[in-house]
């Protein structure tokens, strides 16, 4: 069974500073794919970073970057310089090969953004 | 930028009577998906939905539920005799097939929070 895990319910960051989330992830399967998702308050869930498990290089898109340990099956999100657009409810999710686009989440953190 | 739309945003309905909620994929788009997140839990996998018909469902999507297309453009979720526990936000989404269902990243609408009574 895949499982993905947030152990992190909520986070908080000053404006302009660095944050890191934690995501923690299970499969037996070798080929799988990782995201990022959020989903400010009363707004749709938007991507934010995908990762794919056979690239080693770890995937940024501008201010966010993963850290991706896949010997350590981890996924971390980092955002640099902080903005207060940053607020929101952050899910990490996993889909795999041979899958009919069955997304596994964790259950997400709640990034506050002070200013 | 093209965006996947739900309607309502809010559903109230009583035990037992049958809703259905309505989604607009993005138009080129060719797998559709519904989930649910039961307040304070993970958002759920439902179903996905390929070329007219449901490619994978999972454990939760018994006979209560159904899914449609029943135009070029809408996507719905039919929930034939609602129970307490269907109380969520349903989300729907939507991903373009290029890279097949596996692989390609989803899109999601802002969802329906439907309440059972």
């Known amino acids: 069974a895949q499982t993905v895990t947030q152990s992190q319910p909520e986070m908080s960051v000053q404006e302009a500073e660095t944050v890191t989330l934690s995501c923690t992830y299970d499969t037996s399967e070798s080929d799988y794919y990782l995201f990022w998702y959020k989903q400010p308050p009363s707004r749709q869930m938007i991507l934010v970073i995908r990762?794919?498990?056979?690239?080693?290089q770890n995937a940024t898109e501008n201010r966010f970057s993963v850290n991706f340990q896949k010997a350590a099956k981890s996924f971390s999100l980092k955002i640099s310089d902080s903005q207060l657009g940053d607020a929101a409810m952050y899910f990490c999710a996993m889909n795999y090969g041979g899958s009919q686009g069955n997304l596994i989440f964790g259950k997400g953190t709640k990034l506050s953004v002070k200013p | 930028e093209p965006e996947v739309t739900q309607t309502p945003s809010h559903q109230v309905t009583q035990m037992g009577q049958e809703v259905i909620l309505r989604c607009v994929p993005i138009s080129n788009h060719l797998y559709f998906y519904w989930y649910r997140q039961i307040l304070g839990q993970k958002v759920e996998f439902l179903v996905s939905f390929y070329n007219n018909e449901i490619s994978e469902k999972s454990e939760i999507f018994d006979d209560q539920f159904s899914v449609e297309r029943p135009d070029g453009s809408n996507f719905t979720l039919k929930i034939r005799s609602t129970k307490l526990e269907d109380s969520a936000m349903y989300f729907c989404?939507?991903?373009?097939?290029?890279?097949?269902?596996?692989?390609?990243?989803?899109?999601f609408g802002p969802g329906t929070r439907l309440t059972v009574l």
């Open positions: 990762q794919e498990a056979y690239k080693q």
């Open positions: 989404a939507s991903s373009e097939g290029k890279e097949g269902p596996s692989t390609d990243t989803q899109y």
